[in-house]
């Protein structure tokens, strides 16, 4: 398969690629993979969210209560 690619972006993927010392399809190959790997992680992150107690509702009142305690905690701590 061919792809058409912008001359600049083109310089760039065989920099990084000739700096690791691979070809540019490994590198591209290198990327898809490191960007699977990272939405299996995601997803499994967003499931281990859902399953880990009952939602809360994140507005206005929880996001000052939140840094109100944090405040707290590093006047205490120093």
């Known amino acids: 398969m061919g792809l ?6 083109e310089t760039e993927l065989r ?3 000739d700096a690791e010392g691979i070809s540019v ?4 190959e290198r990327l898809l993979k490191a960007e699977e790997e990272a939405m299996k992680e995601a997803e499994l992150l967003a ?3 859902l399953k880990s107690g009952n939602p809360i509702e994140a507005g206005v009142d929880y996001w000052e209560n939140l ?3 944090l405040d707290e905690r590093i006047k205490r701590s120093s």
Not at 25 to 28: F, G, K, P, R, V
């Open 4 to 9: 058409i690619l912008d001359p600049r972006l």
């Open 15 to 17: 920099e990084r690629a």
């Open 25 to 28: 399809e490994a590198y591209i």
């Open 47 to 49: 499931v281990e969210g």
């Open 67 to 69: 840094h109100r305690r």
